[in-house]
């Protein structure tokens, strides 16, 4: 049914019927829409009545929303990393913004030309160096550098390593200058090796001299790790192995000395010097057996002299005079000049009465003719002691008292020639040939001593190739025997023609150890004798060496 208040057929809501659906059977309120509210359009729609929520009211969501909004916007610029700024290894297009995608530029490229130039110069160097320094390090490990360069070698590794740092860093101007301290180090090592070689040698001769035969190999040993075609080291190993043999033979050849000493008995004499003579057939070098060989001849030349006096003695006391003269005689072989046999040989020629003056004279004679003069001189002076009046033999006195002392003179020129390269031994030398020239009938030995004296003389005036090597930092200066020095200066490798003589070569070098060396020049057919000058051994003062 249609109330009567419908209007058009629509019934008509008064506001008192219109509630909010949260109040329920509350009274309604003064505040109501009226019906020219609800029916005023879209702005009258943002309103609510005054005891309606909050979020009735379209005003009040629209505010909820912007605020909302807003708080977004505040976060996302917070919460939103800054854009990174274009650098070095960023390329920015023509339009300002940047390419991510686009190739990077690095720091090489980025060089300028003139540094990049040297950056890759000084890598070379690095690269050169380094392939020197491996080169020499291989050398040196191979020569057991670790053995007498510990410490050099160790700081030579050192610097390497340091090297290969600044190369990994591509600081290659400092790895240059590394490597080349490593190099300088390695190569100073090197340089090292002849004084240690030198010292090796020398350290085994003192171990043969001291009989200790496993030291004196290990230092060869040692040595021919450095150079394994070193003269010295080579003779010296050999040394070494025969050492034990040489050594036994030392040691039964005291024995048998001692032996001697105890019973006189020239036996233990001949076989001490026959183990000296096998000990220098195994080495010739070995100062010990050369003393010993040298003291034994000694002892048996005056074990047979007083053998022979005393033969002529008790020969002679017992009137065997023919015995005591033999005796005398071949006392006077072993010592020519000795006044006691010469003396005791005329006692016995004067005491054999059944030996007539003129078999004295003829026995003289005799003795003239093998050239005996020492011998002679003592049968003449017999022959005057029984008859002063005897003319042939004062003149064979007179002739073989010369004879002796010419001969006595050639044999002490040509003891040593050398000698003769002084001006006033030349000069005695040309003296002696002179007078041995001046007889006419010369002997077999005469002639033969006349012919060694003109050997002698004419070697003085031949000239004889020397080469002597050097370092190029030592001063070297000769000097021969008798003469002014001559000053050779630096060099490493010199060629001069000398004369046959003594010489003394000498090497001076500030900061070291100055070198002397004594050389004999022989006139011996050789091409080139060759000789060799050096300091390199470093003054040491207060514990420190100079380098």
Known sequence: MVDSNDID?????????????????AAPTNAAFSRSDTSSGSGSLLLARADAP?????????????????????????????????????????????????????????????????????????????ADLLKVKKELEGRNVSDWGAEGYSLALQQAAEGDEFYKRKDFVNAVKTYQAALDQMQSLDALIPSVLKSLVTQGLQAIEQGKTELAREKFQEALTLDQNHIPALRGIDRANTLNQVLDLLRTADIDEQAFANTDKLENLTLADQKYQQALALDPRTEQAKRGAQRVAELIADKKYRDA???????????????????FSQALKIRPNDTTANSAYRQSL????????????????????????????????????????????KLGKIRSEARKELNQSIVDVLADPLALSRATQRARAEKVLADARAIKVKGKVLSRQVAQLEASLKQLDSTIKVSFSSNQLTDVSLVKAGSKRINLGKFSSKKLALKPGRYVVSGKRLGYRDERKEIELRANGEDVQSFSIACTTPVVSAGVATN
């Open 54 to 130: 909050w979020w009735y009211s379209q005003f009040n969501l629209m505010l909820c929303v912007f605020g909302l909004l807003g708080l977004a916007a505040l976060l996302f610029v917070l919460l939103t990393p800054a854009p990174n700024t274009p650098n070095k290894n960023t390329v920015v297009s023509s339009q300002g913004s940047t390419s991510v995608g686009q190739s990077v530029v690095s720091d090489d490229d980025e060089a300028a030309p003139w540094d990049e130039s040297r950056r890759k110069q000084a890598r070379t160097d690095s690269q050169d160096i380094l």
């Open 350 to 393: 004067a005491s054999d009465k059944r030996s007539s003056l003129s078999s004295l004279i003829s026995n003289a004679k005799n003795l003239e003719q093998t050239e005996e003069w020492a011998s002679a001189l003592s049968t003449y002076q017999a022959v005057l002691q029984r008859d002063p009046n005897q003319v042939g033999a």
């Open 9 to 25: 057929g629509k019934q008509a809501i008064e506001a008192s019927d219109f509630v909010a659906p949260a109040a329920g059977n």
């Open 309 to 327: 006096m005393s033969i002529g003695f008790n020969s002679l006391f017992a009137g065997r005079y023919g015995a005591a003269k033999s005796g």
